[in-house]
């Protein structure tokens, strides 16, 4: 039996998904003042998955806590993608119309972050579904968004204030993603932690970088 192989996807418990966001996101905006107030808005809206509620209510929070660039967003909930999103994510479809490991098998959606877990004396790479959150395994010599594998392509990039994260960028295709490496912060909920790194975002978009995907609060 090989104890080294990194199983092929990974599977959270769903109805507790929302649950350990919010309160991880909570701890970090502890941790993170600069990324206070993004943080405490992305913790509201996972309550608000976890509670399962409706357009209306959703409206509701981003009325009462939400950026003030998103009050529209909440004035025309019909049409506005983000507002989608949110829900989506509470219900996402189960069908991939995808051949590439470039998307989510499961749901057909881009990645949002890359995930090292620990696997034998190493760690695996996993990308993790801007959507369902699903993850795949996925080579960790080649870009996430055009799949160059060139030597030198893919640079990462770290910072003192976040030991756990790695901030990938391709010369090829100028994109850019954040991954979190558990092994480094087991308690790390990668959704949430990748909201925390703002300034690792800001770094890469002034460094002319684009996000392979914005995550839920559009960095
Ligand atoms: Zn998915
Ligand atoms: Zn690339």
Known sequence: MDYGS???AIFRIDMQRFLERAERAAQ???RYPAAREPLKFFAGVSLFQDSRGDADQLCALILRI???AMRDAARHPEDNAWIQRVLGEMDPPQSAATHSNRACPKCGSPPQLGVL???GDGSALYLACSLCRHEWTYPRT???HCGRNEEDILQFAQTEDYPHI???TCEECQRYMHIIDL???SQAIPEAD???AQPLDIWAIEGGYIKIYPNLIGL
Do not use: H, M, V, Y
């Open 183 to 185: 092994g480094k912060d």
């Open 166 to 168: 790695q901030t990938l």
């Open 28 to 30: 970090l905006a502890n």
């Open 194 to 196: 990748e909201i925390s």
């Open 142 to 144: 080649e870009c996430p």
């Open 117 to 119: 877990r620990p696997c």
């Open 66 to 68: 939400g950026p003030p």
């Open 6 to 8: 990194p199983p092929s």
